[in-house]
């Protein structure tokens, strides 16, 4: 019984230190590689923003309709009122998703570097105006 006992104990912490193990991760990406993902980002949380604002709204237009469909006040108004509540609940919960959404779409933007520059250039005869444009990937 304590062989069967200890045997089981050793599975057991031998099989969680190998479900805890990490894959090392890649921490250098390139430009482009943090733009697609800051952008797959920036894509999903406005989809979600999309959704949540667009539930919330509907909840609330049919739980009102569900409250003014009765003249007296009973169960309906209590299910239409609660329906109002939790679509109000998620269209204000969109905001923050839309907030966040936006920062995804800033770093996607800053992690492209495109530079552009104004400038003169001297020669012996004369100054010319010269305008770079460059773009890093």
């Known amino acids: ?5 200890l045997f089981l104990l050793v599975l057991i912490f031998s099989i969680q230190g190998i479900l805890s193990q990490e894959k090392e991760l890649k921490t250098e990406k390139s430009p482009q590689e943090l733009e697609n993902y800051y952008n797959m980002k ?3 949380k406005k989809k979600t923003a999309w959704i949540l ?3 919330g709204v509907g909840a ?6 569900i409250a003014y ?3 007296s006040f009973d169960s309906t108004v ?6 109002f509540v939790a679509g109000a609940a998620s269209a204000i ?3 923050p998703a839309f907030i966040h959404a936006h920062s995804f779409k800033k770093k996607a933007a800053a992690s492209s570097s495109f530079q552009v520059s104004l400038g003169t250039i001297s020669t012996p005869q004369r100054n010319n105006f010269a305008l770079g444009v460059s773009y890093n990937f």
């Open 53 to 55: 604002l667009g539930a």
């Open 93 to 95: 919960v969109s905001i």
């Open 42 to 44: 920036f894509k999903k």
């Open 60 to 65: 609330m237009a049919i739980g009102t309709a």
């Open 78 to 83: 209590v299910y239409g009122a609660g329906a």
């Open 69 to 71: 469909s009765t003249d």
């Open 1 to 5: 019984m304590k062989q069967l006992f």
